[in-house]
Each structure stands twice: as structure tokens, then as C-alpha cells.
């Protein structure tokens, strides 16, 4: 079992930051995979970063590769994506998830926060 609780989500204007937070507990050893997807009104889930915790290799998606960055911190069990130059077209509710992998489909990921609204005004 893990948990997952997200944190950091908001309204920013249009090339402005935000730092998305997600706490992870459990038994997070059996979970390598960490990732960030995102799911718009009326759109897919749509992948956006994920990255293995014990080796660190990251994982973007084209349309915010050079503006997100996802990371984590080993001693806080907390994992982090900071999203710089943000544009209005990323607006959506944003999900950390967690499995044994680290793919692009959210079927690698068994574990999901409860999501956290990102808008961004134009």
C-alpha cells in the first residue's frame, strides 16, 4: 500500500511558476516508478514526467520537456514538479502516481493522489 498527497497547485498568471508537491508513505520500496500526469476538461489523461526513485532517470513529455522539471527528495519520501514558463494550455487537474515502473501510460501506475487544480490565466 502507498499514499499519495499532493500539494501545491493554484492560479498563476501566464509565465509564471508553481512547485507541485507529493508526499509519498507506505511501502514505498515496492514502488520505483513516480509520475506526473494531467487530465484537462474533456481531454485524456495526458503523461507529463516521470522518473525511477532509486536510479533518478526522468521522463518527459515533448509539450513541457525544458519547462517542467520533476524531481525528489529521498529524505522527505516527497516527490516534486516545478513547472516554470507555464502557458494556459497546461490548465488541468494534476496527478502523482506511483508503480513499479515508470512509463508514459497510467497503466504502469497502481497508486494515484487525489489531484490538484493547476490554472493558468492567459
Known amino acids: 500500500q502507498v499514499q499519495l498527497v499532493e500539494s501545491g497547485g493554484g492560479l498563476v498568471q501566464a509565465g509564471g511558476s508553481l512547485r507541485l508537491y507529493c508526499a509519498a508513505s507506505?511501502?514505498?520500496?515496492?514502488?520505483?516508478?513516480m509520475g506526473w500526469f494531467r487530465q484537462a476538461p474533456g481531454k485524456e489523461r495526458e503523461f507529463v514526467a516521470s522518473?525511477?526513485?532509486?536510479?533518478?532517470?526522468?521522463y518527459y513529455a515533448a509539450s513541457v520537456k525544458g519547462r517542467f522539471t520533476i524531481s525528489r527528495d529521498n529524505a522527505k519520501n516527497t516527490l516534486y514538479l516545478q513547472m516554470n514558463s507555464l502557458k494556459p494550455e497546461d490548465t488541468a487537474i494534476y496527478y502523482c502516481?506511483?508503480?513499479?515502473?515508470?512509463?508514459?501510460?497510467?497503466?504502469?501506475?497502481?497508486?494515484w493522489g487525489q489531484g490538484t487544480q493547476v490554472t493558468v490565466s492567459s
Open positions: 522518473m525511477s526513485w532509486r536510479g533518478g532517470s526522468t
Open positions: 502516481a506511483a508503480g513499479s515502473l515508470y512509463g508514459s501510460s497510467p497503466d504502469e501506475y497502481d497508486y
Open positions: 507506505g511501502r514505498t520500496f515496492s514502488s520505483d516508478g
